[in-house]
């Protein structure tokens, strides 16, 4: 049995908050001061919606300072007279950034940078943003290969953070290769020195199923485990016309997924402390090869094979004497925030739970979900992870 003592000692965990944005947040016409307040309550800190002019651009800011949200900002006037409109509300108090584009490809980036610069002449106080596709869609589609795509938009266009949109969990599995992309994203950000924001996928539609609090762990604590620094949810707004499918129907009704967004969301800012500002000083992942002659499928349910394009884990993290799993796979991150080391472990797969068993070298802290710190002595101890969980321990 595990020896658990409450209280942790000698310091809590550094005050923190995790920026946390809303994809197709509040659409037009209900940019109300309701709706933004229930954003708010879902745990969200930045609002990107689909603003069809400027004047409702003016509104969602006004509703973003009414309620304590920041705005992610575009409107059709921006892209047609960017210094104007920029010049214009470069000054307002809710404006967190400004939105360029979706999912451009290489034959993009060249007017991208160009459209950037005129930007940036008028505003350098405020990050432009945009989306890179997955590493699943065609090299031929993307002009290169994934890799190319990602140096060559960092190399062509300077945005302060690298984002990409990846939806892994499916009604068939887990895509294979999002492990894969979130390593060419992790390394390419350290390269250029600059963070990379990630995502889940909070409404239902066509291949991907409804959500559920054990797919948003794994999504989301997969990101930060590879050292993303904003979370991202596609899509707040449920547009689908299926109620179950999304956190929020039109005019302003939540559904269940609205819950479980808010307690993921919950769980982030309660943890953030470890995550926001943290160097990932190493990922690696525990799990057995495909059989000989086979290459891992596109899609599977289980997590106790290696994904294509990770790292083994052949050393043991410092202070760590055992890291047993069973057979089960895991992902072990390692992470340092100022004078703290964390590890962080978490359960690739969606159907298994498993007990493992880790040995300490010296006492350690565990970071539970609602930021509290425990005590684990030092020596074996017998844990579990969930689906699609993860444990935070303070080295």
């Given at each position: 049995?595990?020896?658990?003592?409450?209280?942790?000692?000698?310091?809590?965990?550094?005050?923190?908050?995790?920026?946390?944005?809303?994809?197709?947040?509040?659409t037009?016409?209900?940019?109300?001061?309701?709706?933004?307040?229930?954003?708010?309550?879902?745990?969200?800190?930045?609002?990107?919606?689909?603003?069809?002019?400027?004047?409702?651009?003016?509104?969602?800011?006004?509703?973003?300072?009414?309620?304590?949200?920041?705005?992610?900002?575009?409107?059709?006037?921006m892209?047609?007279?960017?210094?104007?409109?920029?010049?214009?509300?470069?000054?307002?108090?809710?404006?967190?950034?400004?939105?360029?584009?979706?999912?451009?490809?290489?034959?993009?980036?060249?007017?991208?940078?160009?459209?950037?610069?005129?930007?940036?002449?008028?505003?350098?106080?405020?990050?432009?943003?945009?989306?890179?596709?997955?590493?699943?869609?065609?090299?031929?589609?993307?002009?290169?290969?994934?890799?190319?795509?990602?140096?060559?938009?960092?190399?062509?266009?300077p945005?302060?953070?690298?984002?990409?949109?990846?939806?892994?969990?499916?009604?068939?599995?887990?895509?294979?290769?999002?492990?894969?992309?979130?390593?060419?994203?992790?390394?390419?950000?350290?390269?250029?020195?600059i963070?990379?924001?990630?995502?889940?996928?909070?409404?239902?539609?066509?291949?991907?199923?409804?959500?559920?609090?054990?797919?948003?762990?794994?999504?989301?604590?997969?990101?930060?485990?590879?050292?993303?620094?904003?979370?991202?949810?596609f899509?707040?707004?449920?547009?689908?016309?299926?109620?179950?499918?999304g956190?929020?129907?039109?005019?302003?009704?939540?559904?269940?997924?609205?819950?479980?967004?808010?307690?993921?969301?919950?769980?982030?800012?309660?943890?953030?402390?470890?995550?926001?500002?943290a160097?990932?000083?190493?990922?690696?992942?525990?799990?057995?090869?495909?059989?000989?002659?086979?290459?891992?499928?596109?899609?599977?349910?289980?997590?106790?094979?290696?994904?294509?394009?990770?790292?083994?884990?052949?050393?043991?993290?410092?202070?760590?004497?055992?890291?047993?799993?069973?057979?089960?796979?895991?992902?072990?991150?390692?992470?340092?925030?100022?004078a703290?080391?964390?590890?962080?472990?978490?359960?690739?797969?969606?159907?298994?739970?498993?007990?493992?068993?880790?040995?300490?070298?010296?006492?350690?802290?565990?970071?539970?979900?609602?930021?509290?710190?425990?005590?684990?002595?030092?020596?074996?101890?017998?844990?579990?992870?969930?689906?699609?969980?993860?444990?935070?321990?303070?080295?």
């Open positions: 049995m595990t020896a658990l003592l409450s209280g942790c000692q000698p310091h809590p965990l550094p005050q923190a908050e995790m920026p946390i944005l809303a994809w197709y947040s509040i037009v016409p209900y940019l109300t001061e309701e709706n933004h307040k229930m954003l708010k309550d879902c745990g969200f800190t930045v609002s990107f919606s689909d603003i069809k002019s400027m004047e409702d651009g003016w509104k969602a800011l006004e509703m973003g300072e009414k309620t304590g949200i920041k705005v992610m900002y575009s409107c059709p006037e892209y047609e007279r960017p210094e104007e409109v920029v010049a214009a509300v470069k000054g307002h108090p809710a404006l967190y950034g400004y939105f360029l584009r979706d999912e451009p490809v290489v034959a993009d980036f060249p007017g991208l940078a160009a459209f950037s610069a005129r930007v940036t002449a008028v505003d350098k106080e405020h990050p432009q943003y945009l989306n890179l596709f997955p590493n699943y869609v065609n090299p031929a589609a993307l002009g290169c290969t994934y890799e190319e795509y990602v140096q060559a938009f960092v190399r062509q266009v945005l302060p953070q690298l984002s990409f949109d990846y939806y892994p969990v499916t009604v068939e599995g887990i895509r294979q290769t999002w492990w894969e992309n979130l390593e060419v994203i992790a390394r390419e950000s350290r390269k250029a020195g963070p990379f924001w990630a995502f889940a996928l909070s409404t239902a539609h066509e291949i991907y199923p409804v959500p559920t609090l054990p797919s948003l762990r794994l999504q989301m604590y997969t990101n930060l485990a590879y050292g993303a620094q904003c979370l991202q949810y899509t707040y707004w449920n547009s689908t016309g299926v109620k179950e499918n956190p929020v129907n039109p005019p302003g009704e939540k559904s269940p997924v609205y819950d479980i967004v808010r307690e993921m969301n919950a769980e982030v800012q309660a943890r953030a402390g470890v995550f926001v500002g160097t990932v000083e190493d990922v690696s992942h525990i799990g057995i090869p495909w059989p000989e002659g086979t290459e891992p499928p596109f899609l599977s349910h289980s997590g106790k094979y290696l994904p294509a394009g990770v790292k083994p884990l052949e050393t043991l993290p410092e202070g760590i004497s055992v890291l047993d799993t069973g057979g089960y796979g895991l992902l072990v991150s390692q992470l340092r925030n100022g703290d080391r964390y590890l962080v472990l978490v359960n690739r797969s969606l159907t298994e739970a498993f007990d493992y068993r880790i040995g300490f070298r010296k006492a350690v802290c565990t970071v539970n979900r609602d930021g509290s710190l425990g005590r684990l002595k030092k020596g074996e101890h017998s844990l579990h992870l969930a689906e699609g969980d993860c444990a935070i321990f303070r080295l």
